[in-house]
Every structure is written in C-alpha cells, then in structure tokens.
C-alpha cells in the first residue's frame, strides 16, 4: 500500500503570505543553494522545520533547505511537516534528485497547496497503516533507513 503524495492532491491557492514567504525562500535558495551554517544549527530554528530535516536525512535523500524552509513555514502543525517531508521523499525517490523551490512552484505544486481536506485523507491514509506506534508516518518503514529516533507528529 502506498500513501498519496501532497502533490498530487486538491489545492487551494496560496495566500498573500504563504506567497511572499514563497518568493523570499526561491530568492534565497537561487543566491545560497545551501545556508552556512545550517539552518537547523539555530537555537530559534522552529519545530516544524527541523522535523522535516530529522525525517529527510533519516531516508537519505538530497534536499534543498529552503524547500524545507518553505513546507515547514506553510505548515501549521508537526503532523502536516512529516506529510511533506514524506511527500518530498517519495518525489525525490522518484526524480532521483533533490527538489528545489523552482521544481515545486513550476512542476509539482504549480496551482497551490494542499487543500485541508486533502491532508486529513493524507492523515487518515497513514493511520490505515498497521503499526504498533498508531502512526505510519512515526515508523522506520516509512523512511527506509533503520532509524528508530524520529520525533513523534502528533
């Protein structure tokens, strides 16, 4: 059984805000594909974020930091961080390439984000998963690499 992808769900355009943030990450990540030092190194660097990065590096896959900038600051909750992160995986797997702000606002992701009921389905196909933590998502299996030290979404 596979989940589906954020990618490929019903959208809604963003907001002026989630826009601006949008434009500001792409700007950042065309001068400096890589901060330095790592914005995850910051003790203000926010929760959301620095759950995407724990779960991209556990699966192994190249990233771009200000795509997970980005997903993170759009997303309202840790859970909606883990989707992304996975969806980000599953596309990376798939392209065998790192995504970038450029792939996501012209390719993956061109008419919006996910519209709230498309991360509940997102949501509720994960837990349709049999797992003894309750949380597909929370599992190894989930990100393939044999890392048991992954934070808990919900």
């Known amino acids: 059984m596979q989940l589906p992808s954020l990618f490929t769900s019903p959208v809604r355009p963003l907001t002026e805000t989630e826009s ?22 910051d003790p203000d660097c926010p929760r959301g974020f620095k759950i995407m990065k724990q779960r991209l590096l556990a699966a192994g896959v190249p990233h771009s930091s200000w795509l997970v900038f980005f997903l993170s600051a759009i997303s309202d909750s840790p859970g909606k961080c883990v989707m992304w992160a996975h969806s980000v995986v599953t596309k990376t797997r798939e392209l ?46 989930a990100w393939s690499n044999g890392h048991d030290e992954l934070e808990r979404s919900d």
């Open 20 to 41: 601006a943030i949008l434009i500001s990450s792409w700007m950042l990540e065309r001068r400096t594909p890589e901060p330095d030092p790592p914005l995850e190194a």
């Open 96 to 141: 065998g390439r790192a995504i970038t702000l450029t792939d996501f606002g012209e390719t993956l992701s061109p008419d919006g984000v996910p519209t709230e009921e498309a991360y509940r389905a997102f949501w509720k196909a994960q837990k349709d998963f049999s797992c003894p933590l309750g949380n597909y998502l929370d599992s190894k299996e």
